[in-house]
């Protein structure tokens, strides 16, 4: 199994900058994709980006331009550089790896953006 524990969300402005970071408890080398979601009451949770073991990333068309996923392979860890945040930014951002064919998750970090 794999555990992990999200941090670094809070409240904002819109035009505001927020940092998440995801910290796993399996050594990154050995978890294929990790990313992150988000997800707003009454919606489906959706891909906001997503990295690669080897460093690729794909991101949504909305965050595109302003999030920048990373991932520190030797750490274990895994953030998200959100940047020229929108009220629309506004979700439950969750962290997600798949590890041995499997999907795990964190328990979320609250982004709230006010206009």
């Known amino acids: 199994q794999v555990q992990l524990v999200e941090s670094g969300g809070g409240l904002v402005q819109a035009g505001g900058s927020l940092r998440l970071s995801c910290t796993a408890s399996?050594?990154?080398?050995?978890?294929?994709?990790m990313g992150w979601y988000r997800q707003t009451p009454g919606t489906q949770r959706e891909l906001v980006a997503v990295?690669?073991?080897?460093?690729?990333?794909t991101y949504a068309d909305s965050v595109k331009g302003r999030f920048t996923i990373s991932r520190d392979n030797m750490l274990s860890t895994m953030s998200l550089q959100m940047n020229n945040l929108k009220p629309e930014d506004t979700a439950r951002y969750y962290c997600?790896?798949?590890?041995?064919?499997?999907?795990?998750w964190g328990q979320g970090t609250q982004v709230t953006v006010s206009s």
């Open positions: 997600n790896a798949d590890w041995a064919g499997h999907n795990y």
């Open positions: 399996r050594s990154a080398f050995s978890i294929n994709d």
């Open positions: 990295v690669t073991r080897g460093g690729s990333r």
